[in-house]
């Protein structure tokens, strides 16, 4: 029986499912392509050269010696590093034009840390760190070098060695992959970066000595009386209450004036002790030492106190002006001390403190340091500045979780600065992203920072922390988290984690949050899986991940390591480290019930690419070849209208586009592949566009041969589908828009299906 069928468009890219299994949409292989739903398949827009910077730009120098000056050089998708050639005296060599002569073999080899920081319209930065401690920063508008900052944070630990030869030398420079530990945020022209090995740390300093509160004593006469004492008809005096202060008494005679009783309790007690006004205090007590007192109204007429006290009320309005920066502990109704605060006297009230002797200042030098942009358009890099505890101890006010462990991720979350380290996830203060400390630990401030542990039997580290919308999702190597405030304001009574799914990720590839998803990757036998999670319109999110990559279990490396979109255009690439001249796409199009394309493929370049970037529709690349040079190309990502004209070279280098047609088989309604019918194809007809130029490659695994046709619109094949395999190819200067395949052949029915 003659059959002819239609397939309408080659839009949903490589599937790697069993032919018969495959939609008829469905490809072998699609590489430096466009799959669109509506025009079918085509030629990928060539790339555009925007700028280079000659490698002789990236040099840093400690000094003049050859062994502190170096160079480098980006080759194939490395950074380089060379050490400058010495001279008789050990200086380094510059050649005529002032250029620094470099050693034949490098020294190190680094994976550098690129970052693009957006200011605006106007200002694009690259920020590139080589893991020495050096950060060059090219403007993005122009791809020319502008600054380099050194900070010894920006270091990183080595990560083996790449060994390197000239034909004569073998040298095994040492390796290291900043991109593992390097993490940058920008806020506003604060550009946070932080190093994942370093682990943080309180100064050693303290703010005054342990037990300090204990080592003043105060006695304060709060009310004297006066009552008549008679001797006689003629004679009589005056007398107050006794007050009893260490186990000596104050006459009831001096009780009518607090002047004399503290006068006459001092002059008893004689040493260290002193008076003010209605005050007795000792300044110079030991930390066991007791302070007991008493009155003749049963301790209503004074007040004393060393240390701490029972309720805040209790103590003076006013004090005198030798006690200023007095501490007193409030002690609470809780014997865990959780409840309990201190207040210190600041010469005209008291106010709340922190207990004395305690590390209250962060390291800083082992926190998040920021490059920030100041007004003349020049970078500075700085330690940032964290507040310090203010309040409280270490029950009531504790360090922060990350503190004495290291950083894994830096992240934004509703005007909170968040910091992720092991198990816990610290927002800071609402609005003052310097500080993570309780501002008060008598109340809980709605605004007050928020550190959370995760509550599971197993251990989970959480790796990476990604806003999305109004949520903040949490992975671990093996468990998704979600932070959540019930739908009321994240404050810290109101924030919980609670686990969300129990995939497992690969832990060297970041989740990006794009568009309304969070796209992640897993390891899988040596391939890897991707998956999606899509938060909905009213803002939730589901338990379980949609899997992308459903079709292609063996297609992406698990050596991808970057993933780039925007949520604007419909295309989210994927870099691999080993394989860098690779990119791996995902195209998609979906309504708001319906995917219309899951579209797989790749784009191969003649250069290593280190750093990619969508804004709008155009695609940035950062990329090097063997001359060491860095370049910054492009490529649009719009689908063009028409095109002719269109010049489809990859700058000056011829580049090939290629289409490996799935086997032809008769569907059912199911889209599914009848396999107990002989197919024997006669001729296949291709609609391309006028404008279009292309080659077609009909092999026939039967008899392993190839038949070429140049762009003839219809083909002979004579052969059983099963053996025929179509290939659509263009490696020259034009381009090709292919829209549908008519194919045409014999259908013989070996049974009827019942």
Not at 591 to 609: G, M, P
Request: net charge negative; proline share 3%.
């Amino acid at each position: 029986m003659l059959v002819n069928h239609e397939i309408k468009g080659l839009f949903n890219g490589v599937s790697q499912q069993a032919e018969a299994l495959k939609y008829e949409s469905q490809v072998d292989e699609m590489i430096n392509c466009m799959p669109d739903v509506t025009r079918g398949v085509l030629r990928r827009n060539p790339l555009e050269a925007i700028n280079f910077i000659d490698y002789k730009k990236f040099v840093t120098s400690y000094g003049d010696d050859c062994y502190l000056t170096r160079g480098y050089k980006f080759e194939d998708g490395y950074m380089n590093v060379y050490m400058s050639q010495c001279d008789d005296n050990g200086k380094a060599v510059y050649d005529s034009d002032g250029n620094l002569v470099l050693t034949s073999l490098p020294i190190a080899s680094v994976k550098p840390f690129i970052y693009y920081y957006n200011r605006d319209n106007i200002e694009k930065y690259y920020m590139i760190f080589n893991g020495m401690g050096d950060v060059f920063i090219i403007d993005a508008k122009t791809f020319t070098l502008k600054q380099q900052l050194h900070s010894p944070y920006f270091s990183v630990p080595e990560d083996g060695t790449r060994t390197f030869t000239d034909g004569t030398y073998t040298v095994h420079a040492s390796y290291k992959e900043v991109t593992k530990y390097l993490k940058a945020l920008t806020i506003g022209d604060y550009t946070f970066i932080v190093n994942k090995s370093v682990t943080t740390k309180m100064k050693d300093i303290t703010d005054g000595n342990i037990d300090d509160e204990k080592r003043v004593g105060v006695y304060w006469v709060k009310r004297t009386t006066s009552v008549v004492k008679k001797i006689d008809n003629n004679n009589y005096y005056y007398k107050g209450y006794t007050y009893t202060l260490n186990g000596v008494t104050s006459s009831e005679e001096n009780g009518v004036d607090a002047t004399k009783v503290v006068e006459d309790l001092a002059n008893q007690l004689g040493g260290d002790y002193q008076t003010d006004t209605t005050f007795i205090y000792n300044k110079n007590m030991q930390p066991d030492d007791t302070w007991e007192w008493t009155d003749g109204a049963g301790g209503t007429m004074s007040q004393g106190f060393k240390g701490s006290i029972s309720a805040v009320t209790m103590l003076p309005a006013n004090m005198p002006t030798d006690l200023k920066d007095i501490v007193v502990k409030i002690e609470g109704a809780y014997k865990d001390n959780i409840d309990d605060y201190y207040v210190k006297w600041n010469g005209y009230t008291w106010v709340e403190t922190v207990k004395p002797g305690l590390q209250n200042e962060i390291d800083a030098s082992t926190m998040p340091h920021t490059i920030v942009r100041q007004s003349d358009g020049t970078f500075i890099v700085n330690e940032y500045t964290w507040d310090k505890r203010a309040v409280g101890d270490l029950d009531s006010n504790p360090n922060p979780s990350f503190i004495n462990n290291e950083i894994s991720d830096i992240f934004f979350y509703r005007n909170r600065l968040g910091i992720v380290s092991k198990d816990s996830v610290v927002l800071s203060e609402l609005s003052n992203y310097g500080n993570f400390f309780a501002t008060t630990v008598k109340d809980i401030p709605d605004t007050d920072p928020i550190d959370l542990s995760i509550a599971t039997t197993d251990v989970n580290y959480i790796k990476y922390a990604v806003p999305i919308n109004k949520i903040l999702l949490l992975f671990s190597e093996n468990r998704q988290f979600i932070l959540s405030s019930e739908g009321q304001t994240l404050t810290p009574t109101t924030a919980v984690l609670d686990i969300l799914s129990s995939y497992s990720i690969n832990p060297d590839i970041e989740p990006k949050a794009i568009g309304n998803q969070v796209i992640f990757a897993s390891d899988n036998s040596g391939y890897s899986n991707v998956y999606s999670y899509i938060v909905t319109n009213q803002g939730g999110l589901s338990n379980d991940a949609i899997e992308l990559s459903i079709q292609i279990p063996s297609y992406l490396p698990n050596t991808i390591s970057e993933i780039e979109g925007n949520g604007v255009n419909p295309n989210i690439f994927f870099t691999d480290k080993e394989n860098n001249t690779n990119l791996y796409i995902f195209t998609y199009k979906q309504t708001q019930d319906k995917l219309l394309q899951s579209a797989w493929h790749k784009w191969v370049f003649n250069k290593s690419i280190m750093n990619v970037v969508i804004e709008n529709n155009t695609l940035y690349m950062i990329m090097s070849d063997i001359d060491g040079n860095l370049y910054l190309n492009k490529i649009s990502l719009k689908i063009p209208p028409t095109i002719e004209g269109i010049d489809y070279k990859d700058i000056d280098t011829e580049f090939t586009s290629e289409i490996r047609v799935s086997e032809w088989f008769i569907r059912n309604s199911e889209q599914v592949g009848n396999t107990r019918v002989r197919l024997q194809v006669r001729t296949a007809k291709f609609n391309f566009t006028e404008d279009s130029k292309w080659k077609i490659d009909v092999y026939n695994k039967l008899y392993d041969t190839h038949k070429y046709y140049y762009n003839d619109e219809k083909i002979t094949v004579s052969g059983n589908a099963k053996d025929i395999r179509l290939r659509i190819l263009n490696n020259g200067n034009s381009g090709f828009v292919l829209s549908t395949i008519n194919l045409e052949g014999f259908l013989t029915q070996r049974g009827r299906t019942i």
